[in-house]
């Protein structure tokens, strides 16, 4: 067999990574020795020291990519979301996912990737956007940490990329075409309206004026502001983010709803009161599978017995129910996603019984995308309000949530569900059209 002249780093990992890889390299690769490698037509990823290495080393995979990324020890030249799409694309072409390598191609590896100049040393430090979170899991000093480090963020950020009402959940396209972007005559702000209505409706506020509704886990309050305005609803919402609750406050005081809306900084697990309508827009998943009995229960005890009770969250399957190394390290700790039918499960232990599942995922590309677009037009602002690392954080986060949605491989649902009872149920014997139209 001809013997490979290997002549620089680039290609030194080339060769070391074939047996893996079951071929070249799916990118174009520049080490830092000015060495080249991999297709010619792959996308660009400049490695500027031997970090990057090191940092694959000590975390193989998904988290040592992200980790270097996110330092700046890794350089992309092509969208984010273009590279990943490349590499997964390469990867189901060889099969990468069916059989994973063997102890020997692994060793083989190791061993090619250890002779490269620079690659021993030191564990590195993690990137200063990865949380660090201790305690028992789910407890709620735990809990408080998690959404600290994802929330806690000055509101001015989220306000460049999420819409005018500052929802920060899937929204609702009742216009144009699910596969196109935000137009001018239909943007995320008309989207998050919609989505808002739908559940306002789907939780019976528009069938009177006054409904006290719970919002559990209220983010920037988008919910509780709409319910208030649009519906005449009295709110109660609660979070745990401190840097929520403030801007919450703010926007009460300046739009007059001091007697209508009021954020309590509260753990929903010591919620205490009956409402008529109760709604949890992707809160559930930070519950986690141990938690979400008690989560599913608190809902159940907020609701009177005629209350409609809806929730939106997201679902998975596979074997990252966190979403993966990188979300549970960078964005969400100690998060979890099922399929949507073990959701429904939990909830009817909790005797609720459910009446409606509705799937919004290609909707939730739709949101993405539009907030992709917002962070790319405000990134010299982004840039001023936050470290790099973060803004690498979150250049990850959107492009891979979006490919998320868009490969199937996650999905988000409103479940409808009332306390168990005999007889009929008090939600009307058809399904109004409003549920499908809320602007119906």
């Not at 753990?267 to 009995?293: F, I, N, Q, W």
Request: hydrophobic letters at 35%; glycine letters at 10%; aromatic letters at 6%.
């Amino acid at each position: 067999m001809k013997s490979v002249q290997v002549t620089g780093i680039a290609e030194n990992i080339q060769e070391a990574l074939r047996p893996v890889l079951r071929g070249p390299l799916p990118v174009r690769l520049h080490a830092w020795d000015g060495s080249v490698a991999g297709d010619p037509h792959g996308p660009q990823v400049r490695l500027h020291g031997p970090e990057a290495l090191r940092r694959l080393l000590w975390h193989p995979g998904e988290l040592g990519a992200a980790q270097a990324y996110v330092a700046g020890d890794l350089e992309l030249t092509a969208p984010i979301a273009d590279v990943l799409q490349h590499v997964r694309s390469v990867g189901a072409q060889r099969g990468l996912a069916e059989r994973r390598p063997g102890v020997r191609d692994m060793a083989t590896a190791l061993r090619g990737v250890l002779t490269v100049d620079g690659i021993l040393g030191r564990r590195p430090t993690d990137p200063a956007g990865q949380i660090k979170v201790a305690g028992k899991l789910h407890s709620r000093s735990r809990d408080r940490d998690v959404i600290h480090g994802h929330y806690d963020v000055d509101s001015d950020f989220y306000e460049l990329i999420l819409d005018e009402q500052m929802a920060y959940s899937c929204a609702y396209v009742t216009s144009g075409d699910l596969a196109s972007t935000e137009t001018a005559g239909y943007t995320l702000d008309d989207a998050q309206r919609d989505k808002l209505d739908l559940v306002c409706r789907k939780i019976g506020l528009d069938q009177r004026s006054g409904m006290r509704l719970l919002d559990v886990g209220c983010g920037w309050g988008s919910l509780s502001l709409h319910a208030a305005e649009r519906y005449g609803a009295t709110v109660t919402g609660v979070t745990i983010s401190t840097e929520q609750k403030a801007f919450i406050d703010k926007r009460i005081h300046a739009r007059g709803l001091q007697d209508r809306v009021s954020i309590e900084l509260r753990d929903y697990r010591d919620v205490t009161g009956r409402y008529d309508a109760v709604a949890s827009l992707e809160m559930g998943e930070h519950a986690g599978d141990k938690g979400y009995p008690d989560y599913a229960r608190v809902l159940h005890d907020a609701a009177t017995d005629d209350a409609r009770i809806l929730i939106q969250q997201m679902s998975r399957r596979g074997r990252h129910p966190g979403g993966g190394p990188f979300i549970e390290a960078f964005i969400a700790p100690d998060m979890t996603m099922r399929p949507v039918g073990d959701t429904v499960e939990l909830l009817e232990q909790a005797d609720l019984e459910v009446r409606d599942v509705h799937g919004l995922r290609e909707h939730y590309v739709w949101t993405v995308r539009a907030w992709q677009r917002r962070f790319d037009q405000h990134r010299h602002e982004i840039e001023r309000l936050v470290p790099p690392e973060t803004l690498r954080v979150w250049e990850l986060y959107l492009a891979g949530g979006r490919l998320a949605f868009e490969e199937g491989r996650m999905g988000v649902d409103q479940i409808v569900a009332v306390r168990r009872r005999q007889g009929p149920s008090t939600l009307p014997p058809v399904r109004p059209a409003t549920w499908s139209d809320p602007r119906g």
